[in-house]
């Protein structure tokens, strides 16, 4: 998986509560990507990062904020987490490299079910 | 928005077989397209990839081809096995994306020993 892990790998938590998923590259690669998969909508992107402390929205925003503090990690919260925010999360790298950042390696991901 | 389909949503083949699979996307300056194979509780891997200025581009028994005019592109597999049985997914990456990739909905493949 290119380099890239998940923690945890599997989590189940109940409505309402604060949880963190975290996303670790030993890649040095600069773009990472936070992705939700359900099915019926491929995968489709929350948040990313350009480089540490930047990052920006995806299409599927709400609810959910990143934060990447190190170049290596990217974490994604879900402040109060709801029962539609059960999904199985991905994570994805990008070089950057001479402005590529459309070849994207991806993580195991994290099935979250929201009780 | 943006989209990509991605037909059929389910491809039953007998080993031996070939299987396509078909992308359409919507915006003109998409100019690189990639594949991925995602097995049963693992993440997506990239299997090809295809950028704008080729119209083919294989990789042993698969290969990607790719109708800029028509907006779309197809998965070619051949001499098909059953470890080739997985979710198979495009993806179209442009510039009025925001630069991001775009995933189609998936294909499930299933090969028949």
């Known amino acids: 998986d290119a380099g890239i892990t998940q923690s945890p790998r599997h989590k189940v938590t109940e409505t309402g509560t604060p949880v963190t998923l975290r996303c670790h590259q030993t890649?040095?690669?600069?773009?990472m990507y936070w992705y939700r998969q359900d099915p019926g909508h491929g995968l489709r992107l929350i948040h990313y990062s350009y480089g540490v402390k930047d990052t920006d929205k995806g299409e599927v925003s709400d609810g959910y904020s990143v934060s990447r503090s190190k170049t290596e990690d990217f974490l994604l919260t879900l402040e109060s987490a709801t029962s539609s925010q059960t999904s199985v999360y991905f994570c994805a790298i990008s070089s950057g490299v001479s402005g590529r950042t459309d070849t994207q390696y991806f993580g195991p991901g994290t099935r979250l079910t929201v009780l | 928005g943006e989209n990509v389909e991605q037909h059929p949503s389910t491809l039953s083949v007998q080993e031996g077989d070939s299987a396509v699979i078909k992308c359409t996307y919507s915006?003109?300056?998409?100019?690189?397209f990639p594949w991925y194979k995602q097995e049963l509780g693992k993440g997506p891997q990239l299997i090809i990839d295809i950028r704008s200025n080729v119209g083919e581009k294989k990789d042993q028994r698969i290969a990607v081809t790719l109708n800029k005019t028509a907006k779309h592109f197809s998965l070619h597999i051949t001499e098909t096995q059953p470890e080739d049985s997985a979710v198979y997914f495009c993806?179209?990456?442009?510039?009025?994306?925001?630069?991001?990739?775009?995933f189609g909905q998936g294909t499930e493949l299933s090969v028949k020993p």
């Open positions: 993806a179209a990456w442009g510039r009025n994306q925001g630069g991001k990739l775009i």
């Open positions: 890649e040095n690669h600069r773009y």
């Open positions: 915006d003109s300056a998409s100019n690189y």
